[in-house]
């Protein structure tokens, strides 16, 4: 069964920390994404990769950086944490070309 | 600016009922529109997608109706069940998604049996 893999379910972390969220696929996909769903606001962008050491900036990503240094490892790095940042995290991947994306179960994350 | 917008942001149906979501867009740019549906402590999972080269798509009890000149497309459940119940986005793209979807608020639907 192909999957998605977010390393922690919930995490919670102080003010100015730095923190590190990690996904894993299995299905050998080229693009991978990074999203962060708040309630009423749906799911954002924060940044997306088309290859191992690709990034793109999405929608949002201010206070953000990611890490693909594997094709099926793309990291998610919270500079210095606040609480505006508190939130749920949502891992996909994508193959090249065409098709959905998978996504992962998410890691809900609270800064305090 | 939000460039999808999903209506309604909840919605109650009778078991056995049609489920209808509505999204419109602005960027007529977007060539692929999928819906994504999620249950409580999980990712969103595809349910459907649609090109704008048809105006309708169905698979099963699911059917997505686009119209490329009004700029909208909705999705359909008939015979709704309560195991429908869950958190439905709409969402859009460039490029098959290559660069990311751009999501609806979401639609919690609620299946009464």
């Known amino acids: 069964d192909v999957k998605v893999t977010q390393s922690s379910r919930y995490l919670v972390k102080r003010t100015g920390e730095k923190v590190f969220l990690e996904c894993v696929q299995d299905?050998?996909?080229?693009?991978m994404f990074w999203y962060r769903q708040d309630p009423g606001l749906g799911l954002r962008l924060i940044y997306f990769?088309?290859?191992?050491?690709?990034?793109e900036k999405g929608d949002i990503p201010e206070g953000y950086s990611v890490s693909r240094e594997k094709k099926e490892r793309f990291s998610l790095i919270l500079e210095s944490a606040s609480t505006n940042q508190t939130s749920m995290y949502l891992c996909?991947?994508?193959?090249?070309?065409?098709?959905?994306?998978?996504f992962g179960s998410g890691t809900r994350l609270t800064v305090v | 600016q939000q460039q999808v917008k999903q209506s309604p942001q909840s919605l109650i149906v009778q078991k056995g009922g049609i489920s209808i979501i509505n999204c419109a867009y602005e960027?007529?740019?977007?060539?692929?529109f999928p819906w994504y549906q999620q249950f409580p402590g999980k990712g969103p999972a595809l349910l459907i997608a649609i090109r704008p080269d048809v105006s309708e798509k169905k698979e099963g009890r699911f059917t997505i109706s686009f119209n490329k000149s009004a700029k909208q497309f909705s999705l359909h459940i008939m015979d709704s069940q309560p195991g429908d119940s869950a958190t439905y986005f709409c969402a859009a793209s460039y490029r098959g998604g290559a660069d990311g979807l751009t999501f609806g608020k979401g639609t919690h639907l609620i299946i009464q049996p």
């Open positions: 990769s088309y290859d191992v050491k690709m990034k």
């Open positions: 299905m050998d996909h080229e693009n």
């Open positions: 996909a991947s994508r193959p090249q070309g065409d098709g959905g994306y998978t």
């Open positions: 960027n007529t740019a977007f060539d692929y």
